[in-house]
């Protein structure tokens, strides 16, 4: 009796510890988040980088390296981009146009012409906007600056010539380079190997005549936010004239403020002679974030403004709270299904985006030029907003649930933290029980069917 009691007791055992592993494991995949390599709102986003020799040397030859940025909303800001590599060989680089090598290593060995560069795996920055002619070639010189491709595809690309030497000199004895690194300006991008494809062609400027590269590479590179910068950098907060409650951003979105023991954790804005303190030099890695509960650089506020017959209106407000930094052609992507009847925007620009075919729920927004394209630092003038009409659609629209509300919000590329979606304001007369997860839901019923099968 003793040993089918016990034999029993050991059966219940084994399946309650295989279910609770399996119950920790559903648990784990409701909370970890996800690294963001993969971009649901640009799938095919990515910054190619083609190496086009153009012609040979006695001892190598002269490439120009063009780096295309197909990202759809994420570009590259000041300080800009910095491209390096590892040469295959002993190549050096003898002299360049349109860009610079940050060090040029030890050329001890060579006599009179000295090479450029001498490094086995040398940096290149872009050169700055000014710079003389004859140090110029086409696309280069803006400081590292890449427009994203739906802002502006005619500027979302940059390029520089190099002649290299101690290099192969045919297309068999050339070596490709390794180990592509891309800082655009800082990291987040993993660049995939060299893969020699299709030779370039180049239409002249008459158009009547194509020539064409003697050898061409390509490298891809993808973004991952997770390796540009482990917490967030923005948040959203909603609010609605239906109802009082201004949802704020989430607490500690963005990280959260020292708990005394440290100063300087973040800049309070009643501090005295606050201009003083914000331009204190000789401080690059203290903290110029102001003091808030969410510690964001940047917050989206969405607010449902107006209610008319057949339309109605939403108010969006960028606020920058980083007192060290401003944002040139900064853009908002946002995502709502009202989008595809968006009918009038006022002082931003706007481009559908339409990742997957017969789904149009995606905006682009971003700055007029000259006017509210440049988001300057924290403070009175740190912040740019604007006003969208949507029609209504009888079969979809509704202030319910939050449906007015956005579905996610991207500022500059990054993905913005939301409000829990049982925070969101509610109609006066609606329920505010919040919203259990599908996949919770799942875990309940399966805890209980775990419980009643052990028990049975």
């Known amino acids: 009796m003793e040993s089918l009691r016990g034999s029993v007791t050991g059966s219940i055992t084994s399946k309650l510890s295989g279910f609770t592993i399996l119950l920790l494991f559903l648990l784990s995949c409701s909370t970890f988040t996800s690294t963001e390599a993969y971009d649901a709102l640009d799938p095919n986003g990515n910054i190619t980088?083609?190496?086009?020799?153009m012609s040979w040397n006695p001892d190598g030859y002269v490439a120009v390296v063009t780096i295309f940025n197909f990202q759809q909303y994420r570009h590259i800001q000041a300080p800009g981009w910095t491209l390096g590599w590892t040469w295959a060989k002993k190549?050096?680089?003898?002299?360049?146009?349109?860009?610079?090598?940050?060090?040029?290593?030890?050329?001890?060995?060579?006599?009179?012409?000295i090479p450029h560069c001498c490094k086995k795996d040398p940096t290149v920055v872009d050169l700055l906007p000014g710079t003389p002619y004859n140090q110029q070639i086409a696309n280069c010189?803006?400081?590292?600056?890449?427009?994203?491709?739906?802002?502006?595809?005619?500027?979302?690309?940059?390029?520089?010539?190099?002649?290299?030497?101690?290099?192969?000199?045919?297309?068999?004895?050339v070596?490709?380079?390794?180990?592509?690194?891309?800082?655009?300006?800082?990291?987040?991008?993993?660049?995939?190997?060299?893969?020699?494809?299709?030779?370039?062609?180049?239409?002249?400027?008459?158009?009547r005549r194509v020539t064409q590269a003697m050898m061409t590479w390509n490298v891809t590179c993808t973004y991952s936010q997770f390796l540009a910068q482990k917490t967030p950098t923005c948040c959203v907060s909603l609010s609605s004239f239906y109802n009082e409650t201004i949802v704020s951003c989430p607490t500690c979105a963005c990280g959260c403020q020292n708990n005394g023991t440290e100063s300087g954790s973040c800049i309070n804005p009643k501090t005295p002679h606050l201009a003083s303190v914000v331009n204190t030099p000789g401080k690059p890695n203290r903290p110029m974030v102001q003091c808030t509960s969410h510690m964001c650089p940047i917050?989206?506020?969405?607010?449902?403004?107006?209610?008319?017959?057949?339309?109605?209106?939403?108010?969006?407000?960028?606020?920058?709270?980083?007192?060290?930094m401003n944002y040139s052609l900064w853009n908002l992507v946002v995502q709502h299904p009202n989008f595809d009847n968006l009918t009038q925007l006022f002082s931003f620009y706007y481009k559908s985006l339409t990742p997957y075919e017969g789904l149009n729920d995606t905006a682009m927004l971003w700055g007029i030029k000259f006017y509210n394209d440049f988001l300057s630092e924290a403070g009175p003038n740190g912040n740019v907003q604007s006003e969208l009409l949507f029609r209504?659609?009888?079969?979809?629209?509704?202030?319910?649930?939050?449906?007015?509300?956005?579905?996610?919000?991207?500022?500059?590329?990054?993905?913005?933290?939301?409000?829990?979606?049982?925070?969101?304001?509610?109609?006066?007369?609606a329920s505010s029980r919040p919203v259990i997860s599908l996949l919770r839901s799942a875990i309940i019923i399966l805890a209980s069917w775990v419980f009643l099968l052990a028990c049975a």
């Not at 980088?49 to 020799?53: L, M, S, T, V």
């Not at 890449?146 to 290099?167: E, K, M």
């Open 141 to 173: 010189c803006k400081g590292g600056v890449i427009s994203s491709w739906a802002q502006d595809p005619t500027t979302a690309l940059s390029s520089f010539q190099l002649s290299v030497g101690a290099a192969g000199t045919t297309n068999k004895t």
């Open 392 to 429: 209504k659609d009888a079969s979809t629209f509704t202030f319910e649930k939050g449906w007015a509300f956005p579905r996610r919000i991207y500022f500059n590329g990054d993905n913005c933290v939301m409000p829990p979606p049982d925070a969101y304001p509610w109609l006066p007369n």
């Open 299 to 324: 917050r989206v506020h969405w607010h449902v403004k107006l209610n008319y017959k057949e339309y109605w209106r939403v108010k969006i407000t960028i606020t920058n709270f980083n007192y060290a």
């Open 49 to 53: 980088i083609k190496w086009d020799i």
């Open 91 to 113: 190549e050096v680089i003898w002299s360049m146009m349109g860009g610079q090598t940050t060090e040029q290593g030890d050329c001890s060995k060579y006599k009179g012409n």
């Open 175 to 207: 070596r490709v380079p390794k180990n592509f690194t891309l800082k655009a300006p800082g990291p987040g991008y993993t660049c995939g190997p060299a893969k020699v494809g299709k030779a370039t062609k180049f239409i002249t400027s008459d158009k």
